[in-house]
């Protein structure tokens, strides 16, 4: 089946350790995303890319790196820089170009303690 | 730059009740426009979308969303919800020709009770 795989689904972390988030996806889609989600603040784009080996800055990008070497994965690096990082992490894929349809994976929960 | 307002961040409702939840976006230019829900602990799935055509959409469990230009709104309703429908549910815009990204309204959170 295609789809998005995001793991784990649950990450407990020290503070001042860095975490990073696995997202697979096998929809051949070029386009990637990375979003946060926090209770009634809904989703915040974090990193986006369109292509391999290129990626842009979302809205909340600082504490945060990504790569995008293959296709298919896209992993998220929480930082020890991100000054809040508890928090639902949201992975989404599309064709390309303008969105027109996303695809989500089931997130991970990341809890920082 | 495009944004998008749910104004109502909890909806509770009785089983059989209609339901509406609110959408309105803010673009200069044309847009596309998506509702998303999520269950809970689980990824956004897409419940309908609006990209040309027809101003009202419906999805396969029910729901339907009118786009309407001039009040810029995107409004999801449902004649008679069930306590399944209970989720949370996300407004989204992007732009053609434009963005290359969606833009999340904050969420309303739909409570069915029985």
């Known amino acids: 089946d295609g789809g998005i795989t995001q793991s784990p689904k649950y990450l407990f972390r020290k503070e001042g350790q860095n975490v990073t988030l696995s997202c697979e996806q096998n929809?051949?889609?070029?386009?990637m995303y990375w979003y946060r989600q926090d209770p009634g603040q809904g989703l915040r784009l974090i990193y986006y890319?369109?292509?391999?080996?290129?990626?842009q800055k979302g809205d909340i990008a600082e504490g945060y790196s990504v790569s995008r070497e293959k296709k298919e994965s896209f992993p998220l690096t929480v930082t020890s820089a991100q000054k809040n990082p508890t928090a639902f992490y949201l992975c989404?894929?599309?064709?390309?170009?303008?969105?027109?349809?996303?695809?989500f994976g089931q997130g991970t929960r990341l809890t920082v303690v | 730059a495009q944004s998008v307002t749910q104004l109502d961040s909890q909806v509770p409702v009785f089983e059989e009740a209609p339901v509406e939840l609110r959408c309105n976006y803010s673009?200069?230019?044309?847009?596309?426009l998506f509702w998303y829900v999520q269950y809970p602990n689980q990824g956004l799935q897409l419940l309908l979308k609006?990209?040309?055509?027809?101003?009202l959409v419906e999805s396969i469990n029910g729901f339907e969303a009118e786009f309407n230009k001039s009040q810029t709104s995107f409004h999801l309703r449902k004649p008679s919800v069930h306590i399944s429908d209970t989720a949370e549910y996300f407004c989204?815009?992007?732009?053609?020709?434009?963005?290359?990204?969606?833009?999340f309204g904050t969420g309303t959170r739909l409570q069915v009770f029985p």
């Open positions: 989204a815009v992007s732009v053609p020709h434009n963005t290359d990204k969606l833009i």
């Open positions: 673009s200069s230019v044309s847009v596309y």
């Open positions: 989404a894929s599309s064709i390309g170009g303008v969105v027109t349809e996303a695809f």
């Open positions: 929809l051949n889609h070029d386009a």
């Open positions: 890319s369109q292509i391999v080996n290129d990626f």
């Open positions: 609006y990209l040309s055509g027809s101003t």
